[in-house]
């Protein structure tokens, strides 16, 4: 079963449970990936569905931060309660082990040795860690590296 068809699944579950907030989270899922559907007249597949996914997830945690800085409580758990939706449908994030490995593979491959060599690195990580690993954290690791 693919993403798209597991979301649909979750979606009437959520209706037949009456679960109004887990509705409208998946609903709120539903309409970005259509919109990028729209937008660029594919039909997603996981790898893109994931990705969009991911996009909604990092606004979620800015919203979030946002309106914790702004003492709105209510608003805070409503963006919980969307971002722990969304986890649901990430694949599972690898350890901070095996992303050093790889790293360190990408750095052997590829040659680097200062920060000018970090968009090649980068180039070779994105396609083997996006969606299952930060890539905030990956980027901080490969800098690190770089720079010893």
Do not use: H, W
């Not at 309409?31 to 997603?44: C, G, K, M, N, S």
């Not at 979620?60 to 449908?89: P, S, W």
């Amino acid at each position: 079963m693919g993403l798209k068809e597991r979301i649909n699944d979750d979606m009437k579950e959520a209706m037949r449970a009456k679960d109004s907030q887990k509705l409208e989270s998946i609903r709120l899922l539903r309409a970005a990936i259509q919109r990028r559907e729209v937008d660029e007249r594919v039909d997603l597949d996981d790898e893109g569905v994931i990705s969009v996914v991911q996009k909604q997830l990092k606004q979620c945690q800015d919203a979030i931060a946002q309106f914790t800085d702004g003492g709105r409580d209510d608003l805070v758990a409503k963006e919980g309660i969307y971002r722990d939706v969304l986890q649901a449908y990430m694949p599972k994030q690898m350890e901070e082990e095996e992303i050093d490995k790889i790293v360190q593979t990408a750095l052997d491959q590829t040659g680097a040795r200062n920060m000018r060599d970090m968009g090649k690195v980068m180039g070779v990580l994105k396609p083997q860690l996006q969606g299952k690993a930060d890539m905030g954290l990956v980027s901080q690791k490969v800098k690190a590296k770089l720079q010893e």
